[in-house]
């Protein structure tokens, strides 16, 4: 997965000229190179990832044990925690309430369901949908988690990750077939994911669902991996409707972009 901790030791350089707390800018740093390296790391990886000496890693550790919000392992390395959970589940929720507006106007302009996802360890899970005006059964609901490789969203928030990266999520979710459309051997996928590079959306025809056809791009810059997406009716959304409609999905996708990146911005120094 594309690594966050770049961009966090920035933000982490912006904070400290801004008069943040040094220890907590650097906890949080420490807790998105952990996510980053996969959810379970040790000191000296902290360590030599990070630049900071062995001594204040160890404590910031002790802390974050203390909360919960990271535990310590068997084998002495150091794991994200629970505590985390409720933190993302509700910091997901409040991505999908931000991204509402601009579903709606998706569905304003396209005239069928918008929805947004996210990847979530391996898995992804939808955080908001507007539906389409057109009386229709749709599998995705707010909630609902399935695999990538079987959807556009999935296919828009891979695209970027590294061939061996994917084949190893691969590996761990298997590639099961949700109609005879579905892609299912790792070769194939990367197949797809390439299409998804060279053409810059993703296309779901009727992987997911025998009938519906979605097209998906990736929120650039989203600060966690998040796509947007419009479903209809394999019959409505045409090769000749997928010209019309990805760029409203990408300008769409920018603007949201530039939304969430302002929201940030505007957070309050305590």
């Not at 947007?228 to 394999?234: D, L, T, Y």
């Amino acid at each position: 997965m594309p690594s966050s901790s770049a961009s966090t030791t920035d933000a982490t350089k912006s904070a400290s000229a801004s008069g943040g707390v040094q220890s907590l800018e650097r906890a949080f740093d420490l807790l998105e190179r952990m996510a980053d390296a996969g959810g379970e790391v040790g000191l000296s990886e902290l360590s030599a990832s990070s630049g900071l000496p062995l001594p204040t890693i160890h404590r910031l550790m002790r802390t974050l044990v203390a909360c919960g919000y990271v535990r310590q392992q068997a084998n002495r390395r150091y794991a994200l925690g629970p505590r985390l959970i409720r933190l993302g589940e509700s910091a997901s929720r409040l991505l999908g309430t931000w991204a509402r507006p601009y579903l709606a106007r998706l569905v304003e302009e396209t005239g069928e369901t918008a929805n947004m996802a996210l990847l979530d360890g391996d898995e992804i899970v939808y955080v908001a949908q507007v539906p389409s005006k057109h009386s229709m059964r749709m599998f995705t609901e707010v909630g609902r988690r399935v695999l990538p490789h079987s959807t556009g969203v999935g296919k828009a928030l891979l695209a970027h990750t590294s061939s061996e990266e994917v084949r190893a999520l691969l590996s761990r979710t298997g590639m099961p077939a949700a109609t005879e459309k579905t892609i299912t051997t790792p070769d194939g996928f990367l197949d797809a994911l390439e299409q998804v590079r060279r053409v810059g959306y993703a296309v779901d025809d009727n992987e997911q669902e025998i009938g519906v056809r979605c097209l998906a791009v990736p929120v650039p810059d989203s600060p966690t991996a998040a796509a947007i997406s419009i479903s209809g009716p394999a019959g409505r959304v045409t090769e000749e409707a997928t010209q019309r409609i990805v760029p409203v999905l990408q300008e769409v996708a920018r603007d949201l972009s530039e939304a969430l990146a302002n929201t940030a911005q505007a957070q309050p120094h305590v």
